[in-house]
């Protein structure tokens, strides 16, 4: 049942991800319009449709841009829905990521494709909502906010990553979480008074685990949620759990998650002992 009582719009990047493309399926099940970036539009449409979607749900609620995120034009695009009125998105969900490669390097066992594609990602998109702003000021009194995917792992405040998995987060991901930790910076900069966003809310899911499938988790209501001050510390997190917990409490929320403004918000699932039975099904 449609529950968006307005044509609020959101605005989705790297929505072929698992986390937001999650998200995305609870966006649009729910009766909001979305608008999103893609460079290959008909695996985005292959995904949805695989997640029980009607091909007339997105015929009339999605708006599909063929682009990457270093295009400027694109990203306007799809945080106007291509409308010459240049009417903003309320809401901008960013997933964006590089693919994980594995290098010889035992300091640095771990790199992305694009080690700088989250930092890269959130300036073009603060250069093109400026753009926006420049070329008609009155968009600037309703200006989005940004809601991002991070990790765990690169907190200055308190250590959100079990025993276990330090050595791996702090050492082998040092390469990929640089990045989350400029992407994280950018957008606290650019929000609030003066910025691009009128509000930032940063998630930090455990250790990614399954695929985008909103049947595949356990339910967003099972995730332990921590900030960065007392973070949820645990081992993994289903990527469909983790879009499931931003659309119910970021893109469902009335005041589009303004609650969770300027915080780093840690979820995660399993305990200890989960973690084990878990891996004993793979050995």
């Keep these: 049942m449609s529950i968006a009582t307005t044509q609020q719009q959101i ?8 986390c937001t493309n999650a998200c995305l399926v609870h966006t649009l099940n729910a009766g909001f319009h979305a608008t999103t970036l893609a460079r290959t539009p008909s695996k985005l449409t ?19 841009v063929k682009g990457d995120i270093s295009d400027i034009s694109a990203i306007k695009s799809v ?15 960013s997933g964006i990521g590089g693919a994980p490669k594995i290098q010889k390097s035992l300091r640095r066992p771990v790199t992305v494709d694009n080690p700088e594609i989250c930092a890269t990602a959130t300036k073009n998109i603060v250069q093109a909502l400026q753009e926006i702003y420049e070329a008609q000021p009155s968009t600037a009194q309703h200006k989005p906010s940004i809601t991002v995917i991070s990790s765990t792992g ?42 691009a966003f009128c509000g930032a809310v940063i998630v930090r899911p455990s250790l990614l685990t399954g695929d985008q499938s909103v049947k595949g988790g356990k339910g967003w209501g099972k995730l332990k949620v ?52 878990e891996i004993a099904k793979i050995a």
């Design 11 to 18: 605005a989705f990047f790297g929505a072929t991800g698992g």
């Design 46 to 64: 292959s995904m949805l449709l695989a997640q029980g979607l009607a091909q007339s749900t997105l015929d009339s609620q999605l708006t599909i």
């Design 79 to 93: 945080l106007t829905n291509n409308s010459a009125t240049f009417q903003v998105a309320s809401q901008i969900i």
């Design 154 to 195: 690169i907190s200055d405040v308190k250590e959100d990553v079990p025993f276990g998995f330090r050595t791996l987060y702090h050492v082998g991901l040092a390469t990929p979480h640089k990045d989350k930790k400029e992407m994280e910076r950018l957008v606290l900069e650019n929000s609030g008074a003066g910025g």
């Design 226 to 277: 921590g900030r960065e001050e007392e973070p949820a510390v645990g081992y993994t997190v289903h990527r469909a759990d983790v879009g499931e917990w931003i659309f119910e409490k970021v893109v469902k929320a009335g005041d589009c998650g303004e609650s969770f403004f300027g915080q780093k918000v840690t979820l995660t699932t399993l305990e200890f002992d989960l973690f084990q039975s």
